[in-house]
């Protein structure tokens, strides 16, 4: 009795895990196919490790799946031999019994082989049930079978999906680098000839350099520059978003034309 309780809990076990793994499978298949795939890199990650676990358990579920084939008949052809078989064996010693019990006078022999018949009988009967339930059984199998493996096609294609947006996006953030290290040698170059145009034009006429450098001037002047390259920078790198290079960048410009029309009202 205890064998049996913990076989049929063993059953329900390996039923609900089953059930379990084609919901998520299910679940993760409707994901990929009702929904655009996230231009994150982590996301299409994750996504991608759960769809491999899926795979895995589906096919688990079929290793389960071929282990229980093992003790069924080979396929439905063979099990509908089986049946017809003990149909056939149940009818023929049917009539047998019944011309038997249509005899008056019967012989020892016919009376045992009535008994061993009647006796029989519940067992046949017993088996052609057993065959029966083990086609209903062999042809459920078959077609879960069937399912997982159109589900594991399906998460695989759903797997490559995902494997090649993550390959676009690497590809699309390499080209974005080459394109922000491109600009940002591009404009620092810029800078050092601005700079050095600068102080070329400064050394060559004192008054500029004199006028420009002398008192907080100067400090104020470097300070600008700095922080406009920091900005910029700051720019080319995706680090400030558009909003915030407008704000930073219009917030400069006030500042440093409001001090300019300072310095022309006092002067």
Same mark, same amino acid.
């Given at each position: 009795m205890g064998k049996l309780i913990i076989s049929i809990l063993f059953c329900l076990y390996f039923l609900s895990n089953s059930i379990s *793994?084609?919901?998520?499978?299910?679940?993760?298949?409707?994901?990929?196919i009702n929904e655009k795939l996230p231009d994150d890199y982590q996301e299409l990650a994750s996504l991608r490790k759960r769809i491999s676990l899926h795979i895995d358990d589906l096919a688990k579920e079929i290793k389960r799946i071929e282990s229980e084939k093992e003790y069924l008949p080979i396929n439905k052809e063979d099990a509908e031999r089986k049946i017809d078989y003990y149909e056939l064996k149940i009818k023929s010693e *049917?009539?047998?019994l019944e011309k038997l019990k249509a005899k008056e006078n019967k012989s020892k022999e016919e009376i045992e082989e009535?008994?061993?018949? %009647?006796?029989?009988?519940?067992?046949? &009967?017993? %088996?052609?049930? !057993?065959?029966?339930?083990e086609? %209903?059984?062999?042809?459920?199998?078959?077609?879960?079978?069937?399912?997982?493996? !159109?589900?594991?096609?399906?998460s695989r294609n759903n797997l490559d999906k995902v494997d090649v947006k993550m390959s676009n996006l690497i590809n699309t953030e390499s080209e974005r680098n080459e394109f922000? !290290?491109?600009?940002?040698?591009t404009y620092c170059g &810029?800078?050092?000839i601005v700079i050095v145009g600068f102080y070329f034009i400064a050394l060559k006429i004192p008054k500029i350099a004199e006028s420009i450098f002398s008192g907080e001037k100067g400090i104020q002047f470097v300070a600008i520059f700095l922080i406009v390259i920091a900005i910029i920078l700051f720019g080319i790198m995706g680090i400030l978003e558009s909003k915030e290079l407008s704000a930073l960048l219009g917030g400069l410009s006030g500042y440093i034309l409001g001090r300019v029309s300072m310095d022309k009202e006092t002067s």
């Open positions: *793994a084609n919901e998520n499978a299910d679940g993760i298949s409707q994901e990929i *049917a009539n047998v009535m008994n061993s018949i %009647e006796n029989y009988h519940p067992q046949l &009967l017993s %088996e052609l049930k !057993k065959a029966k339930e086609k %209903e059984r062999l042809t459920k199998l078959q077609s879960d079978l069937s399912d997982i493996n !159109k589900k594991i096609s399906q922000r !290290k491109l600009i940002s040698f &810029l800078v050092a």
